[in-house]
């Protein structure tokens, strides 16, 4: 616990890193009839494989609409930007990651296991490995049991569950997360986050998370990107120095508040800039 | 206690009668009932003026009850009363061989059969153009004036054509009549299914795009499941009409066999309660018709895990 924070900071990004997302000077402005919206200005950014990346600002300063270009759901107007070394429309092809929306979104008149199964069918899984990927996922996300039933059985918190678990089922490396846990309460929150984390650990999955949340931010992060509005652009990139295991309880280590703290300031100063 | 042995006699009672009592049977029932009473009445407003000259002419003495009687029991009523009604249906169903021309189940079925066929035409046209106009600009810009144009002409105007057309090139009988069923059926299952093909949210279709699939695969896995409850409830109004269609068919074609050819027969020699158990046959079909389709939707919308 008490261990220079620099040398595990350097355990947690290696010399040897591998890009997964790359952006230079990357922009996007929506042309709409009130003119231009700069949602996103010179974002110069990568994500290493293996880092757990959360975007956190005001609501308007360009987190979706970033998240939504790395997927290629979304076409910038400026800069460029690598995908495992490929354009976002091959990796999309490639089905380089798994996105998860801000709304569980599970299609109402599947079950969830059919939820879960719905890209492995799309994808041409044979009929054998669907089952064993579902039954994997579902139970990463602590699901087992809930196969047959359909969404509307299910709690706000285990349909989120059941979305990731979707998200899961196939072999991308890259998991795009939009305030997955952003209706949720603080409790089933904190629950999910603990998941998360575990989650991460046992895949090994590059993540990018939009969070609104500070602690749910440093909670989770080995690294947090402070945005802000009108253009949307990164004011601060913070590297924590927190291990890579977390027990909820590390919230209230000294550690966890500095950075939440830094987070903080970024997020006034970017403020400031109005 | 005396709670428990006022509850014991309600335990006993059956489910079907209990739901008739605290369910909506009693105000339907009430509501059919006030309904009959006002026909009754009109029956005797109605009929009285030929019936008092019919008095007068033979020199009868009459009294008010005589009038009562003798107006629910006319030949040639102008409002047949709803005993008479009921009588002439049992009559010609029940009562009358299966087989027989005169048997108003053998003119329900000839109807019945070029309903069904034009509704099941008029569906599968409906949904083939709404999946064109959702997946063609063009013909969204197209097609759909067109569409809502054609229910613009009055289907008795457009039904004699039909017939003429077709049996001028050499179709008739049952097909000719099932197309104007289609003609107006397609239209509910049009607007109904371009609005249920669009119905699934944006990043519903955001999903599938980060799958990568098709535009097949959009369709079947999400589109067309989203788009079920609006084809049940577009089909209820099309089948409805699919029998209007196939009654207004009948008419121009001096069919002699049918529900429509039923009205024509029975407006030509004023057979007035022929007309109206015609008519009420035609309704018990519509209501048969709707709510097979209803059932379909509930066991599909079960399938499809409905909430119960
Ligand atoms: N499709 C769009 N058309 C026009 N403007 C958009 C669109 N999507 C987002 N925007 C605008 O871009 C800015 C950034 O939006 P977004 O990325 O959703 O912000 P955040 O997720 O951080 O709240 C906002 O001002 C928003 O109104
Ligand atoms: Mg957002």
Redesign the pocket.
Known sequence: MNANPAIRQEASSPQTSQPVVEAKGLGLT?E?NDGP?R?LADVDLTINKGEFVSFI?P???????FLRVIADLEQPTAGEILVNGMTPEEARRKRAYGYVFQAAGLFPWRTIEQNVALPLEIMGYSKAEQKERVHRTLDLVNLAGFEKKFPWQLSGGMQQRASIARALAFDADLLLMDEPFGALDEIVRDHLNEQLLDLWARTGKTIGF?THSIPEAVYLSTRIIVMS?RP?RVTDVIDSPLPRERPLDIRETPEFLEIAHRVREGLRAGHGDD | MTAAADTAPTRTTTPVFRRAVEGKALPILIVLGVIILIWYAFTVYLNAPWQIDAYERAGTEWTATDLVRDTMAQERPVLPSPHQVVAEIWKTTVGTRLTSKRNLFYHAWITLSSTLLGFVIGTALGVLLAVGIVHNRAMDKSVMPWVIASQTIPILAVAPMIIVVLNAIGLSGLLPKALISTYLSFFPVVVGMVKGFRSPEAFQLDLMRTYNASGTQTFWKLRWPAALPYLFTSMKVAVAISLVGAIVGELPTGAVSGLGARLLAGSYYGQTVQIWSALFMAAALAALLVGLVGIGQRVVMARLGAKP
């Open positions: 929506f709409t919206v949602a600002g609501s308007g300063c360009g987190k979706t609409t939009v509005p949307g």
